[in-house]
């Protein structure tokens, strides 16, 4: 069974702008128990993200976001297979990804929504190859 992001995705997503400060985001996080949020442009395209652990170093509360947000973002369409953000996930060490429709944000997909899978029981380990029980049989 293909799953796709926008069946495990986080879609109330709460978004900041470049500008807002980073005590504000900081609130905001807090205010509402999540650890990032994607950084958007006036047009609801992504522009960065901000961790929670972006905020843990002595910061100017009054400073921008936009002179800490991470400008790499990586996204993925909402009718993407989880496969897909997984592995971006895995290949660039990272914890979400944000999801996009028409280049837009429309939620978040964490790699605590992608263990959904796996305690749903829709994803099942393949068991590893067995070795010949041949005798004599090498390969070469």
Do not use: C, W
Not at 10 to 26: C, K, M, N
């Amino acid at each position: 069974m293909n799953v796709k992001v926008e069946d495990l995705m986080t879609r109330s997503v709460i978004t900041a702008t470049p500008h807002q400060s980073i005590e504000h985001v900081r609130n905001m996080l807090g205010r509402n128990s999540i650890s990032a949020v994607p950084v958007v442009d006036s047009a609801g395209h992504p522009v960065g993200i901000v961790s929670a652990t972006d905020l843990v170093h002595d910061l100017k509360p009054g400073a921008p976001i936009s002179q800490i947000m991470t400008e790499k973002v990586y996204t993925v369409p909402l009718y993407d297979d989880t496969s897909i953000a997984a592995r971006i996930m895995r290949n660039h060490n990272i914890h979400r990804v944000v999801v996009t429709h028409e280049q837009k944000v429309v939620g978040v997909l964490s790699a605590f929504d992608l263990l959904k899978l796996v305690e749903s029981h829709r994803y099942v380990a393949k068991n590893a190859p067995t070795p010949s029980k041949r005798k004599g049989s090498k390969r070469r």
